[in-house]
């Protein structure tokens, strides 16, 4: 990304040492996307075919507090590491948009109603939302800024690579990202496997 220019206001760049290695952190102003996303890159993608990305939607109780409630933290992490241990190159976008899309507030409110004995969909339906609130219209956007269209995504979730198909990013495969459950998230992975299509097959697959 050019550092002078007008994109210095949009795009704020910097060097991002972590745990799993060194990133180069993106974050993105709100006036080009709908929240101030965050990218962290390994390497050059820029005009790579089958780049290596992960589009991890913000989980604050999870990525943040450790909830066991799901497994967003553990998925995480593995695609950290994934990047930088086995590819040459990679994205991990972190999109701002937490509970699947409805919101901090209504997703506690989810979970309240999740202790009732609703599952995490069912909880979503009766609070008025959509299985799945979230779309990829951004993700997109920023895998353009980045000269990205090209990509392996890192995911379990059939309806996020064509959330990126339809956004007219070019999804060539995809790297399992699975974790072991425990007694506190294994009805939730559940659900999602039964209810939103998800795979919990760890072998590669094609598009």
């Not at 996303?37 to 290596?52: C, F």
């Not at 990047?83 to 990679?90: A, F, H, T, W, Y």
């Not at 937490?98 to 506690?108: H, Q, T």
């Not at 779309?135 to 990509?151: C, E, H, I, K, Q």
Request: overall charge neutral; hydrophobic content about 35%; glycine content about 10%.
């Amino acid at each position: 990304m050019n550092e002078k220019g007008d994109m210095d206001i949009q795009i704020a760049t910097a060097t991002l040492p972590t745990r799993y290695g060194e990133f180069r952190v993106h974050a993105f102003s709100p006036t080009i996307v709908s929240a101030e996303h965050v990218a962290l890159v390994k390497g050059e993608v820029r005009g790579r075919a089958g780049v290596a990305v992960r589009i991890h939607s913000e989980c604050l109780t999870g990525d943040v507090f450790g909830s066991r409630r799901c497994d967003c933290r553990a998925q995480l992490e593995m695609s950290m590491r994934w990047i930088e241990l086995e590819e040459p190159s990679g994205v991990l976008i972190y999109l701002r948009q937490e509970g699947r899309g409805i919101g901090l507030f209504n997703k506690i409110r989810a979970y309240r109603l999740q202790e009732e004995g609703l599952d995490t969909v069912e909880a979503n339906q009766r609070l008025g939302f959509e299985d799945d609130h979230r779309n990829y219209r951004d993700a997109a956007t920023l895998l353009r800024l980045m000269g990205v269209f090209s990509v392996r995504l890192i995911t379990n979730n059939r309806a996020k690579m064509e959330g990126l198909r339809q956004e007219g990013i070019e999804v060539v495969g995809r790297i399992p990202l699975i974790t072991e459950p425990d007694e506190h998230n294994a009805h939730y992975l559940r659900t999602k496997a039964a209810k939103l299509g998800h795979l919990l097959d760890p072998r590669p697959v094609g598009s």
